[in-house]
Nanobody, 117 residues
């Protein structure tokens, strides 16, 4: 069955960096658009970034543009999110998702990112 397993979250100070990974299995990873979304405490899901099949096209929410970088390794069936210059408002559970911003068909269990001094 479809599995998306996120890792790499944790506690980091403001201005710090983290790299999230998402290991995919159970489907043809290289043929799907992939997306990162997040959910801050008490808030709804927020779209973060999307990458196309080959990795040549990426889009970002304004709130993370210039700080986050989405990438993928189709040979390893893995999606990444490099997060730099982290801010307290980036604190959230981050989810890896199969599909585009408006058509998510599967989602992982999430990994917690906490930005605090």
């Amino acid at each position: 069955q479809v599995q998306l397993v996120e890792s790499g979250g944790g506690l980091v100070q403001p201005g710090g960096s983290l790299r999230l990974s998402c290991a995919a299995s159970g489907f043809a990873f290289s043929t799907y658009i992939m997306t990162w979304v997040r959910q801050a405490p008490g808030k709804g899901l927020e779209w973060v970034s999307t990458i196309n099949w080959g990795g040549g096209s990426t889009t970002y929410a304004d709130s993370v543009k210039g700080r986050f970088t989405i990438s993928r390794d189709n040979a390893k069936k893995t999606l990444y999110l490099q997060m730099n210059s982290l801010k307290p408002e980036d604190t959230a559970v981050y989810y890896c998702a199969r599909g585009s911003q408006t058509n998510i068909t599967a989602r992982g269990q999430g990994t917690q990112v906490t930005v605090s001094s």
